[in-house]
């Protein structure tokens, strides 16, 4: 289970193009090509964070002239985008090196608790950011929440629920098991809940990517989770004179040193939040790294390994 990080394929460094994207895709699939060379199953999951942003703006900049959509329908939509993007890059690379397995991208929608604590209490920024007088304009007209994520800077916050089931997992499950790669629950999957009645229903909502993926490994019966981002590890005092990279550790030290504050609630602690889910259950590690890591941290000599305490 591979969850890749939406900065992988659109890192903020350019202009965001759909060229540089795929662009970026491709240089991402370089490290990726590393477990299918050594014949791992595979599923993938992206984030899609500055591609829903880049959604969002689009809307707040013509919302005159066309409708907005729903936030969940934009992560529909990034899903589909991004998707096409890994699995065409994907199946162009596999074809390059001779290798006969199919890629395939799932469309997921993924349960959440419909008196989840966070639905009350958004904390989640999401969005493109703006001055006080602007934002008040937009939160007016189409009822937004909105906070200040730094000085002068305010942003929509939206709900961010634990996942608790995946929609169409006994089907990405078969496929995997029969060796296609599969691109599922894209930027943590499309957030649904329950009515009194059992229809879904839609919420303007994000889910943590990460969690999402700790929960899909769960359901494939995968034995490694692979959280791919854009630092080499996990760290003890990060960004301090006293930072330590983590290498081999066990479940139950990284849950003390989550315990410990040591990991940001905003991003490395989500992560550790997956490894832990995931290690409860089938998993036997968790590998965190970047993309120039993987290769060496499928033999154990890079990234911050997790394992089963």
Not at 92 to 111: A, K, P, S, W, Y
Not at 183 to 206: K, N
Not at 224 to 247: K, M, R, V
Request: proline residues 5%.
């Amino acid at each position: 289970m591979i969850a890749l990080g939406g900065n992988a394929l659109s890192p903020g460094t350019g202009s965001g193009t759909i060229a540089e994207q795929f662009a970026h895709t491709r240089e991402s699939l370089e490290g990726i090509m590393h477990f299918v060379r050594q014949e791992y199953k595979i599923c993938l999951t992206h984030g899609n964070g500055p591609q829903v942003g880049d959604e969002l703006l689009r809307m707040d900049l013509s919302h005159k002239e066309v409708a907005p959509l729903p936030l969940g329908v934009c992560v529909a939509g990034t899903q589909g985008t991004i998707g096409y993007m890994i699995q065409q890059s994907f199946q162009n690379r596999l074809m390059m090196d001779g290798i006969d397995r199919e890629v395939v991208t799932l469309i997921t929608q993924v349960e959440v608790e419909r008196d989840d604590p966070s639905i009350s209490k958004p904390t989640k920024f999401v969005g493109h950011r703006y001055t006080k007088a602007e934002i008040d304009s937009l939160a007016d007209m189409f009822g937004w929440q909105v906070a200040e994520q730094e000085p002068g800077q305010w942003r929509r916050i939206v709900p961010s629920p634990l996942p608790q089931y995946i929609m169409h997992g006994s089907s990405i499950r078969t496929l995997v098991q029969h060796g296609t790669i599969v691109i599922a629950s894209g930027g943590g999957g499309i957030p649904v809940y329950r009515e009194p009645d059992r229809r879904l229903e839609g919420l303007d909502a994000v889910i943590d990517k990460d969690l999402a993926a700790a929960l899909m490994g769960r359901i494939i019966k995968a034995e490694e989770l692979w959280i791919i981002t854009d630092i080499d590890h996990a760290y003890l005092n990060y960004n301090s004179p006293q930072q330590e990279a983590l290498g081999v550790i066990t479940a139950d030290q990284a849950r003390s040193y989550y315990e410990e504050g040591h990991f940001q609630k905003g991003s490395m602690g989500p992560k550790i939040e997956a490894a832990l889910y995931f290690l409860s259950y089938h998993g036997f590690r968790t590998i965190i790294t970047n993309i120039d890591g993987i290769e060496a941290a499928i033999d154990g000599e890079a990234g911050t390994i997790i394992t089963k305490s």
